[in-house]
């Protein structure tokens, strides 16, 4: 089953634009992590946020984490077409023994 | 550092064969995790292996196992092959077990079967 869920699963917007993802949790969590996957390769890390956490900055992406509603939302602000690209939400199940679980994705495109 | 290693990146197999992937860590790491990508499943956690021991393990046939050598290499091999097979094999390294910590990941192995 999957852990987190993201939201909405494709978006298409301008460059320029800022794009967010959201996504949502079913159980208690440590912390939260986001990444990216470019067409066919391997993911890359962004950015985790703790649960004592509550927004998280770097670079143009801000991370944002509610725990009491068990979602978080991934903004990228100034978007550019390198940034087409899979974004994953993922959050580690201690109900199965602790691994990371990652979301279905959010594919968004970046026209330039 | 180098990065995550996997080999081999394309394979093509039949059904009923059996295939071994190779994975190899960013030096220091001792947690590997396998994944399987594939459109209609997402990304789904195959097993986690730190220090030579499989921490845990996802819900796949027993026909998917894997290993990981005194070094932190690891290998991963799917016996009987079946179309369904198809997919990205994604590995990854970290040093901290359990997905607590971020995960590396490699360029994966895509495996077609026919």
């Known amino acids: 089953s999957q852990q987190g869920e993201e939201d909405p699963q494709a978006l298409s917007i301008q460059e320029g634009e800022n794009a967010t993802m959201n996504c949502s949790y079913k159980t208690s969590i440590n912390n939260l992590q986001w990444y990216r996957q470019n067409s066919g390769r391997g993911l890359v890390h962004l950015i985790l946020i703790r649960s004592n956490e509550r927004e998280k900055h770097s670079g143009r992406l801000r991370v944002t984490l509610d725990t009491s509603k068990k979602s978080s939302s991934l903004l990228i602000t100034a978007s550019r077409a390198a940034d087409t690209a899979s974004y994953f939400c993922a959050t580690t199940d201690y109900n199965q023994g602790g691994k990371l679980i990652f979301g279905q994705g959010t594919e968004l495109s970046v026209k330039p | ?114």
């Open chain 2, 1 to 114: 550092k180098a990065g995550v290693t996997q080999t081999p990146r394309y394979l093509i197999k039949t059904r009923g064969q059996q295939v071994t992937l190779s994975c190899s860590p960013i030096s220091g790491h001792r947690s590997v995790s396998w994944y399987q990508q594939t459109p209609g499943q997402g990304l789904q956690f195959l097993f986690e292996y730190f220090s030579e021991t499989q921490r845990n393990k996802g819900n796949f046939p027993g026909r998917f196992s894997g290993r990981q050598f005194s070094n932190s290499r690891s290998e991963m091999n799917v016996s009987t092959l079946e179309l369904g097979d198809s997919a990205l094999y994604l590995c990854a390294s970290s040093t901290a077990s359990g997905g607590t910590g971020e995960l590396f990941f490699g360029e994966g192995s895509r495996l077609t079967v026919l």
